[in-house]
């Protein structure tokens, strides 16, 4: 910072250069000494000049450089009743705003934010990210903030802004339903909700947020927990194999473990627990195959065929009735088939009866001759 002082008693020369890159605000100190009329104002790019004279905000110049006149300087004129031509020195004092833009400011929701997700139903999120602001309005900045403060820094506001970013974010994340899984995706469009919310506020102040991001989305470590299991199960897929596998995988590692005494027992214990809870597993999964698998169809009957002192066949049910419409077979016909206790015939046994249901008996024998 920066002020130079001519010969004698008066201020020739205003100006001021910032090495610190976080004040907003300087004040340009005085020291007991008075303005010289026609003293050189320079006003550098990034920098606003706010004449205070006796409480009220008087003129406020923007860069460039001035000689300070009644010409250059209206309201200053009109507040000292410089009807005439003035060449005295006069007090006044001169606050040098900072209009760059100060980025990298930080924002964090201290306690998590409460929503209503449609997935996962109630939950809580966290969110932090980073922000810039810049004066808009060098004026009512000084109104509105500043006050007197003669060396007024970015940490001064920096909080301020923070619990007001907090505070819409967390209506527009409530308000947004956009659903958690989801955030990460739509960053760039709760930004501008959030910024737009943020932007009458700042106004106010005589600011603007010419960036906002919001960095991470978070849920709680808990629900993170059991999402990261629900991710697990979908890609393990088949859950008995999965545990099948990992089974026979901490078996190989307890087998492959070096070491005696208690150890080794207990990796052994170990061991034949996994391979017993393996054996059983695969028992129960054998057993429910079985219970759902349908029984076997039941093994058709064959028969055989006594006919002039020999036996023939084998013969199905469905060749038996074939034989039984051309005549080859007839209700007098042996017939024997496994589990029958002997032969008999065809019409008398039960199984094979039906085939001449539909057949009309034997004729009568003829009467005999007269």
């Known amino acids: 910072m920066v002020f130079k002082f001519i010969k004698g008693e008066f201020i020739d020369v205003i100006e001021w250069t910032d090495d610190s890159r976080n004040t907003m605000v300087w004040r340009f100190e005085r020291y007991g000494n008075a303005i010289k009329y026609g003293a050189k104002l320079t006003v550098r790019e990034g920098q606003v000049?706010?004449?205070?004279?006796?409480?009220?905000?008087?003129?406020?110049?923007e860069p460039g450089m001035y000689?300070?006149?009644?010409?250059?300087?209206?309201?200053?004129?009109?507040?000292?009743?410089?009807?005439?031509?003035?060449?005295?020195?006069?007090?006044?004092?001169?606050?040098?705003?900072?209009?760059?833009?100060?980025?990298?400011?930080?924002?964090?929701?201290?306690?998590?934010?409460?929503?209503?997700?449609?997935?996962?139903g109630p939950t809580r999120v966290r969110a932090f990210g980073s922000y810039s602001i810049r004066v808009r309005d060098a004026a009512t900045f000084m109104k509105e903030?500043?006050?007197t403060d003669g060396h007024f820094t970015q940490d001064e506001i920096a909080a301020q802004i923070r619990n007001i970013v907090v505070q819409k974010f967390s209506r527009a994340v409530a308000a947004s339903g956009i659903p958690v899984l989801d955030m990460a995706a739509n960053t760039r469009e709760l930004s501008s909700i959030i910024t737009e919310a943020i932007e009458p506020t700042l106004t106010d102040y005589g600011l603007s947020m010419p960036?906002?991001?919001?960095?991470?989305?978070?849920?709680?470590?808990?629900?993170?927990?059991?999402?990261?299991?629900?991710?697990?199960?979908?890609?393990?897929?088949?859950?008995?194999?999965?545990?099948?596998?990992?089974?026979?995988?901490?078996?190989?590692?307890a087998?492959?473990?070096?070491?005696?005494?208690?150890?080794?027992?207990?990796?052994?214990?170990?061991g034949m627990g996994m391979g017993m809870a393996m054996?059983?597993?695969?028992?129960?999964?054998?057993?429910?195959?079985?219970?759902?698998?349908?029984?076997?169809?039941p093994a058709a009957a064959v028969w055989h065929i006594a006919e002039a002192g020999q036996t023939l066949g084998p013969y199905s049910e469905a060749d038996l009735g074939a034989m039984a419409s051309d005549g080859r077979l007839t209700r007098d016909t042996l017939v024997w088939t496994q589990g029958q206790a002997g032969w008999q015939k065809a019409g008398e046994t039960p199984a094979l009866a039906r085939l001449f249901a539909s057949m009309p008996p034997p004729p009568p024998p003829p009467p005999p001759a007269g």
């Open 211 to 253: 960036e906002f991001y919001i960095e991470n989305i978070s849920l709680p470590k808990e629900v993170e927990a059991a999402l990261d299991r629900r991710t697990s199960m979908g890609i393990v897929g088949d859950l008995n194999k999965y545990t099948q596998f990992a089974t026979a995988e901490a078996m190989r590692t």
């Open 67 to 120: 000689m300070l006149e009644t010409n250059n300087m209206p309201v200053m004129t009109t507040l000292q009743h410089w009807d005439h031509l003035f060449n005295s020195p006069f007090k006044s004092e001169v606050y040098f705003v900072n209009t760059r833009r100060f980025p990298n400011l930080k924002w964090g929701t201290q306690n998590p934010v409460m929503l209503r997700d449609p997935e996962f």
């Open 49 to 61: 000049a706010v004449f205070i004279h006796e409480g009220q905000l008087a003129d406020v110049f």
């Open 279 to 297: 054996a059983g597993q695969q028992a129960a999964a054998a057993q429910q195959a079985a219970a759902a698998a349908p029984p076997p169809p």
């Open 145 to 147: 903030i500043v006050g």
């Open 255 to 270: 087998a492959a473990t070096e070491g005696g005494g208690m150890g080794a027992g207990l990796g052994a214990g170990m």
